[in-house]
């Protein structure tokens, strides 16, 4: 069974960099796509970036394309999503997401499998 969990969210000024961890533990990273999404207060949760099982297709919403970058290690099993030039807009849960079967990254939140728990990004202005 796949278990997820974040870390490395925190309060940042607008500019700033952060690096959200996704360590997962049960199966191999390699062995699935995964997605980092997010969710403000009021608002649905939206996908942020992915990363095919294979690794060699990365994903990202068009809000934070050139900022954001998704990688992973599989040696330590673990997905990371480095966030650079922070905005306020960027405040937000940050949850990373597994779909166990399939090749593809799903940009909806539904077909994903296995959720972490989160980590909360603010960003101030």
């Known amino acids: 069974q796949v278990q997820l969990v974040e870390s490395g969210g925190g309060l940042v000024q607008t500019g700033g960099s952060l690096r959200l961890s996704c360590a997962a533990s049960?199966?191999?990273?390699?062995?699935?796509?995964t997605g980092w999404f997010r969710q403000a207060p009021g608002k649905e949760r939206e996908f942020v970036a992915g990363i095919r099982r294979s690794g060699s297709r990365t994903y990202y919403a068009d809000s934070v394309k050139g900022r954001f970058t998704i990688s992973r290690d599989n040696a330590k099993n673990t997905v990371y999503l480095q966030m650079n030039s922070l905005k306020p807009e960027d405040t937000a849960v940050y949850y990373c997401?597994?779909?166990?079967?399939?090749?593809?990254?799903?940009?909806?939140?539904?077909?994903?499998?296995?959720w972490g728990q989160g980590t909360q990004v603010t960003v101030s202005s």
């Open positions: 997401a597994a779909v166990l079967g399939g090749v593809g990254v799903p940009l909806t939140p539904y077909e994903y499998d296995v």
């Open positions: 049960g199966r191999t990273v390699s062995s699935y796509a």
